[in-house]
């Protein structure tokens, strides 16, 4: 499988480390629901069979979070951006206040 | 017919014509006590235990393929009990005690061979942490011996002990943990169940859920609707896709395994071996293939397929420990999908929804919790309360923090 990182061009996703679902986003931890949207961040996944939208850290390369596009039936990838072109709040490194 | 001696002894004399076939290939019946969807192991071995123990004998499996196409028949058919943490254990001992009395009670011949299984080690900490687990297994009455060096070279000369970078230091050795015949255990289950009155029906793929209002009632199926006082789910790698169908989400990602087979050679590994510094482990099969596998690829997949990275990686921790293998041949290779769940423990348990039960995230440890967690969940389906031995399987300990986290590696599937 070869992931086409936006910097990078294809390569081996040798190089690359999953992390999982994108689509979702880590709750308001102030809000009065927040202990059962945070089990829902933490546990619960829809895991579709098809396309599936994912991360992946680049750390064989450019060091890059990435937006993947992927099919889970076949394995093909139909996109790949940078995640934090996208709207995904989950491991934004660049959003450390410290 | 029951197979004995005597079963034997005329066959042999009448040109094998007298055998008849092992379970009937049924046709639904539109209303059934229980469905079971899923004819692997786990989905035999409740509907078995549901006839046996329970008496729930109005009872059907359904399964979209064919009995044991799943992950029963591609698995590396390991059997152990070897676990550390205290909801795992009395589960899995209970599991390992129905494997030494499965054929009997089943009268098949499912292959169960306890050749012992060695978790190897290879440093100070190792040998601590797999001392500790050797001590938590014997405190539940599970067999464990920690082994030395001299005590691993005696029986398995071959490994590589002076290996720069992971030298062997010993071993924690399982000796009633062995390997069975995958087919032979879905086989066996079918034909018993099937004796019990229990419909087995293939190549029926459920479609969706029938519902009485909040009730789940039945399932929708290819080949028309059942309806039924209960349902269990028992779909290893199609959990979620199932769950989905009746607007549940759960604790689950479903992943590829792979696993590989050599060419055949003379018996050279007499039990099971893991190799401790990196994810490797080997059997060798009765016809002399050396069974093998170890990481999963990581990232959600449905495909039955893997790829080569992983290859890779197994085959550098299959030569990290017995560089001998290195001229084999590999014979085949295949993948499984699974749902790994969030602490890498499986699910026995009702469901959100009534009249629908869960049996799922068996993670890669399928095979070997067979009988148990058909025992289990036939419980939890006939009486509406977890088993004792399963009381830790529950869906909310996600909501409630009670995870068994046997790796201790964190809330990520593909850790585990």
């Known amino acids: ?98 | 017919m029951r197979y004995s001696f005597l079963s034997l002894l005329a066959n042999a004399v009448t040109g094998q014509k007298l055998w008849s076939a092992a379970w009937r290939d049924a046709k639904p019946k539109p209303a059934y006590d229980a469905v079971i969807v899923g004819g692997g192991g786990h989905g035999l071995a409740t509907a078995y235990y549901l006839a046996k123990k329970h008496g729930v004998r109005n009872v059907a499996v359904v399964e979209k393929g064919w009995i044991g196409s799943g992950n029963a028949g591609r698995n590396t058919t390991i059997i152990r009990s070897n676990y550390g943490l205290p909801g795992n254990i009395p589960f899995y001992e209970w599991s390992m005690k129905l494997w030494e009395g499965l054929e009997r009670e089943l009268n098949y011949n499912a292959m169960v061979s306890q050749r012992g299984i060695l978790n190897l080690y290879h440093s100070d900490p190792q040998r601590d942490a797999y001392a500790r687990r050797g001590n938590a297994m014997r405190l539940h009455g599970v067999d464990a011996e920690l082994l030395d060096r001299e005590q691993v070279r005696e029986m398995l000369p071959f490994l590589d002990f002076d290996n720069a970078r992971f030298p062997i230091q010993g071993g924690l050795l399982h000796r009633r943990g062995g390997t069975a015949r995958h087919d032979g255990v879905v086989w066996g289950y079918a034909r018993a169940a099937d004796r019990l009155g229990v419909d087995i029906v293939q190549n029926c793929e459920v479609t969706g859920f029938i519902r009485d209002g909040d009730r789940i009632a039945g399932v929708e199926t290819t080949l028309g609707p059942i309806r039924a006082g209960k349902v269990g789910l028992a779909v290893a790698g199609n959990s979620s896709r199932l769950a989905a169908m009746a607007g549940l989400r759960l604790p689950i990602e479903s992943h590829v395994l792979q696993a590989f087979v050599s060419e055949g050679i003379k018996p050279l590994i007499p039990g099971v071996i893991t190799f401790g510094a990196g994810h490797f482990y080997v059997s060798q099969s009765d016809k002399g293939g050396l069974v093998f596998g170890g990481d999963i690829d990581g990232y959600n997949s449905y495909a039955q397929r893997g790829n080569l990275p992983v290859v890779e990686d197994v085959c550098e921790g299959g030569m990290a420990l017995m560089p001998l293998i290195g001229r084999l041949r590999l014979l085949r290779g295949w993948g499984g999908i699974m749902d790994m769940s969030m602490d890498g423990s499986p699910i026995i348990d009702r469901s959100p929804l009534p009249g629908l039960y869960l049996n799922t995230g068996w993670c890669y440890g399928g095979f070997k919790a067979t009988p148990a967690s058909g025992w289990c969940f036939a419980h939890a389906i006939a009486k509406d309360e977890p088993h004792p031995a399963a009381a830790a399987y529950r869906l909310d300990r996600f909501a409630t923090g009670h995870l068994i986290n046997e790796k201790g590696v964190g809330a990520q599937p593909n850790l585990h």
């Open chain 1, 1 to 98: 499988m070869r992931i086409p990182c936006p910097y990078c061009g294809p390569r081996d996703a040798h190089e690359f480390t999953y992390l999982g679902d994108a689509t979702v986003t880590r709750p308001d931890p102030a809000a009065p629901d927040a202990a059962a949207a945070f089990h829902a961040y933490a546990h619960l996944r829809d895991n579709p069979a098809g396309p599936h939208e994912e991360l992946w850290y680049h750390g064989g390369g450019c060091r890059g979070w990435l937006r993947v596009t992927r099919d889970t039936l076949t394995h093909a990838i139909t996109g790949a951006r940078f995640a934090a072109d996208s709207s995904v709040s989950a491991p934004s490194v660049a959003k450390d206040p410290s």
